[in-house]
């Protein structure tokens, strides 16, 4: 049972990046999933949630507007489009199951689970 993400690097303020969190050895379309980041220092902040059904979006006030999650269940993927990059968006970002979207669990209140990957790291910097 593993998630692993990627699609993070280095970018330029401004710029965008596409993360993908893959499942293996389980199928993630059962499941409620979200993002999270943590940048040096900082606490884990959560990001953005989606139902399982695709139905539920839920995402933070500082990345509204400028991130887009998606999912593909028939790919095991979820997605984080990230448009509009600033240097405040630097941190290791990270999938996880989560127990339902709500935004109780985009505030990282509740409902993350252990099930999350390593991260892959985004640097936003000229």
């Known amino acids: 049972v593993q998630l692993v993400e990627s699609g993070g690097g280095l970018v330029q303020p401004g710029g965008s990046l596409r993360l993908s969190c893959t499942a293996s050895?389980?199928?993630?379309?059962?499941?409620?999933m979200g993002w999270f980041r943590q940048a040096p220092g900082r606490s884990r902040e959560g990001l953005s949630c989606?139902?399982?059904?695709?139905?539920?979006?839920h995402y933070a006030d500082a990345v509204k507007g400028r991130f887009t999650m998606t999912r593909d269940n028939a790919f095991n993927t979820v997605y984080l489009q990230m448009n509009s990059l600033n240097p405040e968006d630097t941190a290791v970002y990270h999938c996880?199951?989560?127990?339902?979207?709500?935004?109780?669990?985009?505030?990282?209140?509740?409902?993350?689970?252990?099930?999350r990957g390593q991260g892959t790291l985004v640097t936003v910097s000229r």
């Open positions: 996880a199951i989560t127990a339902s979207c709500s935004r109780a669990v985009v505030a990282f209140e509740n409902g993350w689970t252990e099930t």
């Open positions: 050895g389980f199928t993630l379309a059962p499941f409620a």
């Open positions: 989606m139902s399982s059904d695709y139905k539920i979006t």
